[in-house]
């Protein structure tokens, strides 16, 4: 397959504008840090775009900001211009490869933990705007288990728990499905094995996590596939480009197209209220949402 012909699924077909239609959130964590998340975010967003799903990045992440730099990008601005109505939502968002759009949040994140009951209602109906063109919204969480991840895992449908085979994230990886779960009530997640030789590899990889989560925690934990190690998405990162548009025949690259077609093809669709947009960003600013108003 040659960058020139795009993965298509057979399956889908572009859906017609329904301006119910729900939309789903995908938040991609992992506990511990550089384990793959922006990768997978970037990668997997271009494969679900590539599918005919109109798709959006949220860059959450408050340190480095990381999606950018991945696609080479140079935004202007981001989600904090949004929040202090600096410039509108539509003017943040920047376009990456096959029109996938982008919302470099950084430092508007911090932001969202301070905000008005104005600049609530801003944000939230500049969001609700996107509805209608948006079927899948991902998220590139930051690293460990601050705030921000707690409050981001909470709104979104889904949760992808990121994993590699290497003790400090499996440790991690369950450390924050613990916090999740415990704290807040949060009962079901996707595991992605990522770095890993060989498919059993990546099963294994969630076996280990299982095992010790069934002894301490009442979760319910899915194997949502494998990414594989690949040195051709090393060098795609070198290229500032996502390895599914860089290298499209890649080991990697066919991974993520697999996991877009799981996740169009067999993810239930996220029901009634909770499955538009405005709903995820009514939670995200609630401040009950918050990890500080932990309860429990
Ligand atoms: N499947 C893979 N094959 C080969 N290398 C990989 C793979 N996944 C990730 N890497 C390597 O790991 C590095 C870190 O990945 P990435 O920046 O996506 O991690 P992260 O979890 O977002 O990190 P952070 O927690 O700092 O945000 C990449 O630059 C790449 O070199
Ligand atoms: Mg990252």
Redesign the pocket.
């Known amino acids: 397959m040659s960058a020139a012909e795009p993965f298509r699924n057979p399956a889908v077909s572009r859906q017609q504008p329904n301006p119910r239609r729900p939309v789903r959130v995908i938040c991609v964590t992992?506990g511990?840090?550089?384990?793959?998340?922006?990768?997978?975010?970037?990668n997997l967003a271009l494969a679900l775009s590539l599918q005919n799903q109109s798709v959006m990045l949220l860059d959450a992440?408050l340190?480095?900001a990381?999606v950018d730099v991945?696609l080479g990008l140079h935004p202007r601005y981001n989600l904090s211009h949004v929040i202090s109505q600096e410039r509108t939502l539509a003017e943040v968002i920047i376009h990456g490869p096959n029109d996938i759009r982008i919302i470099p949040a950084s430092s508007g994140v911090k932001r969202m933990a301070e905000l008005t009951p104005e600049e609530n209602a801003g944000l939230v109906g500049a969001f609700s705007e996107l509805n209608d063109s948006l079927d899948i919204m991902l998220i590139?969480s930051?690293?460990?288990i601050s705030d921000s991840v707690v409050t981001f895992s909470r709104a979104s449908h889904d949760v992808m728990v990121?994993v590699?085979d290497e003790p400090a994230s499996i440790t991690d990886a369950y450390a924050l499905i613990k916090l999740l779960s415990q704290d807040y009530g949060m009962d079901r997640f996707q595991i992605l094995a990522?770095?890993?030789a060989t498919p059993q590899a990546g099963r294994e990889l969630f076996n280990k996590l299982v095992k010790v989560s069934d002894r301490f925690l009442d979760v319910n934990l899915s194997f949502c596939g494998f990414?594989?190690?690949?040195?051709?998405?090393?060098k795609a990162?070198q290229a500032q480009r996502a390895v599914v548009e860089a290298f499209p025949g890649s080991r990697?690259a066919e991974?993520f197209h697999r996991l877009a077609t799981q996740i169009v093809g067999r993810w239930p669709l996220p029901r009634g209220a909770s499955g538009h947009l405005q709903f995820f960003i009514e939670r995200l600013v609630d401040p009950a949402y918050r990890s500080r108003e932990r309860t429990g």
């Open positions: 992992s511990k840090g550089g384990v793959g998340k922006t990768n997978i975010t970037v992440d340190g480095l990381n991945m590139d930051a690293a460990g990121v590699c990522n770095r890993v990414i594989p190690e690949d040195p051709q998405l090393r990162v990697s991974a």
